[in-house]
């Protein structure tokens, strides 16, 4: 069974700095992985935040450029990202999504079931 947990989210002050982990269990290979968040009642879609390969190359959305880091182990299968100089905009609920391939030869995406960001002072 593929399980993405999420963890590491909070309450911190603008300026501030959290990292988030997500940990995939259940599977033969995690590919792509991907962070995106969404603040529920704003009627936005979930904006993708940050994607890392296999390769751990490495993308970030223009609006965390410079304070934000996403990377992963190089053996294993958790992703982290590095949150510097959070701003209230940053609050959200943040998910991890990894596409993967399990341990029963199937593949496709899969997500966590997010983890709370407050910015606030």
């Known amino acids: 069974q593929v399980q993405l947990v999420e963890s590491g989210g909070g309450l911190v002050q603008p300026g501030g700095s959290l990292k988030l982990s997500c940990t995939v269990s259940?599977?033969?290979?995690?590919?792509?992985m991907y962070w995106y968040r969404q603040t529920p009642g704003t009627g936005r879609e979930r904006e993708l935040v940050a994607h890392i390969g296999r390769d751990r190359r490495t993308d970030v959305v223009d609006s965390v450029k410079g304070r934000f880091a996403v990377t992963r182990e190089q053996f294993g299968h958790t992703m982290y990202l590095q949150m510097n100089d959070l701003k209230p905009e940053d609050a959200s609920i943040y998910y991890c999504k990894a596409f993967v391939y399990t341990e029963l030869g199937t593949s496709g995406d899969y997500w966590g079931q997010g983890t709370q960001v407050t910015v606030s002072s």
């Open positions: 259940g599977v033969f290979e995690a590919y792509d």
